[in-house]
């Protein structure tokens, strides 16, 4: 499994921007699919993930302004940025997971995205 991130760029605050993760092979196999973010001098943060059921979390940070989706026939996962803000500056990567005994392990990272809110 491979992934290709895009969409990424520079954005004033308040605007919006929509990565795009694809996904080299049939999303339907995985079990699920994450977008993460690494500020300068910051942990990495989980931002949303999607099941391959559909069910959706996010960081609390972004709630109410992200957005993660799944087109399985584009093989596809989008992350839809609204009312961004500057503490959103940050390279943001796509990950995939598969599901094991009932354990989530990550099969693929994209090469990550950069994203800068300019105040």
């Known amino acids: 499994v491979q992934l290709v991130e895009s969409g990424g760029g520079l954005v004033q605050a308040g605007g919006s921007l929509r990565l795009s993760c694809a996904v080299s092979g049939s999303i339907s196999d995985l079990a699920a699919m994450a977008w993460d973010r690494q500020a300068p001098g910051k942990q990495r943060e989980m931002v949303a993930r999607i099941t391959s059921g559909g069910n959706t979390n996010y960081a609390d940070s972004v709630k109410g302004r992200f957005t993660i989706s799944r087109d399985d026939d584009k093989n596809t996962v989008y992350l839809q940025m609204n009312d961004v803000r500057p503490e959103d500056t940050a390279v943001y990567f796509c990950?995939?997971?598969?599901?094991?005994?009932?354990?989530?392990?990550?099969?693929?990272w994209g090469q990550g995205a950069q994203v800068t809110v300019s105040a």
């Open positions: 990950f995939a997971d598969r599901l094991s005994g009932g354990h989530y392990y990550t099969v693929a």
